[in-house]
């Protein structure tokens, strides 16, 4: 029998090509705030299907190396086929609390949502701690609070769904709590920057399928086939007056952090 996670990930690989344009614009915001270079090792944390990977590989060129780590074997799958003849990429199948690699041997971690779930995350981030070189740069993109997130707590409501949501990607809703644990896993010059991103996978029909298959309504229609159908009457109405000019896009609410490994 498949487990929660497998359906999880089937759903993210069945609307990947939609949630690249949706997630691209908060990735590069990390990215930026990366500042990789020529030659230089990265990890991305949480890779999925590889869309970050390309963007890294090509900042860091064929001198350097991106190792996309994530947990789900079919989207890495996608990720190596996207990569596929580009040499500085490989991957590996872990859950990133767990990671193994030398010491002092990475010059900087990237996540774009691949971070909120750890169970001890000052352990995890001690972890990459170690494998980092000294200076290198840590830089990930995380979700604020569910209620300054319109792309999720707007789909919710119009669904009045709000009571079975799971707010496990919200780990890192609160500032203080970032810093408190980046402090406590040895990193300094952290700087915490909230942004706030209109995002889109295009028009309504587009939006109504990832809504309906990843998110936090895509995670409770999931485990609750039966209420597909109910949901989707529901939300079809409440998004339908958000499209203009054929997009319809809501707003993703963010922190970007960035660390440095003293």
Not at 4 to 30: C, K
Not at 161 to 190: C, H, I, W
Not at 194 to 214: A, F, I, N, R, T
Not at 238 to 251: C, T
Request: hydrophobic share 45%; glycine share 8%; net charge negative.
């Amino acid at each position: 029998m498949a487990s929660i996670a497998t359906f999880a990930a089937e759903a993210w690989l069945e609307v990947s090509e939609l949630l690249d344009p949706q997630l691209f614009p908060l990735g590069q915001l990390a990215i930026d705030a990366l500042g990789a270079k020529q030659s230089d090792v990265i990890i991305d944390v949480g890779c999925g299907v590889g869309q970050t990977v390309l963007q890294l590989a090509e900042i860091v060129g064929p001198d350097g190396q991106v190792i996309g780590v994530d947990i789900a074997p079919l989207l890495l799958e996608r990720a190596r086929e996207r990569a596929f003849g580009l040499k500085q990429t490989r991957f590996i199948e872990c859950d990133a609390s767990q990671l193994r690699l030398p010491k002092n041997s990475i010059d900087g971690i990237f996540s774009r949502f691949g971070v909120m779930r750890f169970a001890d995350p000052v352990a995890t981030f001690r972890n990459f701690h170690s494998i980092m070189k000294p200076s290198a740069r840590l830089a990930f993109v995380c979700w604020r609070s569910l209620d300054e997130n319109e792309l999720d707590i707007m789909p919710l409501r119009a669904a009045g769904l709000e009571q079975y949501v799971d707010k496990t990607p919200f780990s890192f809703e609160k500032r203080e709590v970032l810093q408190t644990t980046l402090n406590a896993a040895g990193f300094e010059q952290v700087l915490i920057e909230p942004h706030d991103c209109p995002v889109s996978s295009g028009g309504l029909e587009e939006m109504l399928k990832v809504l309906l298959k990843v998110g936090a309504v895509g995670k409770i229609v999931r485990e609750n086939p039966e209420m597909r159908e109910n949901v989707e009457r529901k939300l079809r109405p409440a998004l339908a007056p958000k499209v203009v000019q054929g997009e319809l896009s809501l707003n993703a609410a963010v922190w970007v952090v960035t660390g440095v490994a003293c």
